[in-house]
């Protein structure tokens, strides 16, 4: 009994991969909002009703799908911070910005799927939302480290924005500062915004050169967090 229960979790395992791995060739060859169940049955050849075992809906195939990307780009961005975890803040901050450029370069139908146009009819459930937090867990972690050790530069913030700040704050970091926290969140939304640009074709006849483009402006968005050091000797900000 145990040796037929494994095997037909095995069987569901494999099956399970073969309906994700034809619903990415659909998003790369048509795009989310064409994805049909229907389709990936057909190219599989399966019943839709055998399909619908696995994923009762479109919409749970699109968030299976959005959760193993958002994971990929977690455990790449993860990997390339494991090598230099020793390394300092500024350092680290850049890796992580570029493994995210590289997996989206890699794999661009998925980050389209992530970060792309919302797919119409869709709304992504709460369970996502721990995979899609991965890359900004990271870099909050690394400036969370700048904080406590020799300490981040804080940009001073205009009256009307304080409550907002305070509030970010607390939802998102309430061991940083208001300052450092929008900041953060100013750096992830340019983050995205340069991989898009490059990604979908918006720095066409502007930058040619791009890795040494983005490598200087991870760093422009690491020293707009906070991550600049005073000179030996002095205090911390």
């Known amino acids: 009994m145990t040796t037929a229960r494994g ?5 569901r ?4 991969a073969a309906i994700k791995d034809e619903a990415r060739r659909q998003l790369a060859a048509e795009g989310a909002a ?9 190219e599989l050849g399966m019943v839709s009703s055998a399909l619908y075992r696995y994923f009762p809906s479109r919409d749970d195939l699109l968030t299976a799908l959005i959760i193993d990307a958002y994971d990929s780009l977690g455990e790449a961005a993860e990997s390339a ?24 370069l890699d794999r661009p139908h998925e980050y389209a799927l992530i970060y792309g146009s919302p ?3 869709y709304v992504a459930p709460q369970e996502t939302v721990p995979s899609a937090s991965r ?18 530069a804080r940009t001073p913030l205009p009256g009307g924005l304080k409550p907002e700040a305070r509030r970010m704050a607390a939802d ?6 208001p300052e450092v926290v929008v900041a953060l969140v100013a750096s992830w939304a340019q983050l995205h915004g340069l991989i898009g640009f490059e990604l979908f074709g918006q720095f066409n006849r502007v930058v040619e050169d791009r890795e040494p483009f983005f490598l200087h402006a991870a760093e422009r968005l690491a020293h ?11 205090s911390a900000p």
């Open 172 to 177: 998102l970091a309430p061991d940083l500062p």
């Open 13 to 16: 395992i494999e099956v399970t």
């Open 34 to 42: 064409k994805l049909s169940l229907r389709a990936v049955a057909r």
């Open 119 to 121: 797919v119409p009819g």
């Open 135 to 152: 890359v900004a867990l990271l870099l909050i972690g690394i400036v969370r480290d700048a904080h406590r050790g020799k300490g981040v």
């Open 224 to 234: 707009d967090v906070g991550l600049v050091y005073p000179a030996p000797g002095a």
């Open 81 to 104: 911070h494991a090598g230099v975890a020793a390394a300092g803040p500024r350092e680290r901050w850049i890796t992580v910005c570029a493994a995210a450029r590289r997996w989206a």
């Open 7 to 11: 095997a037909r979790a095995r069987a």
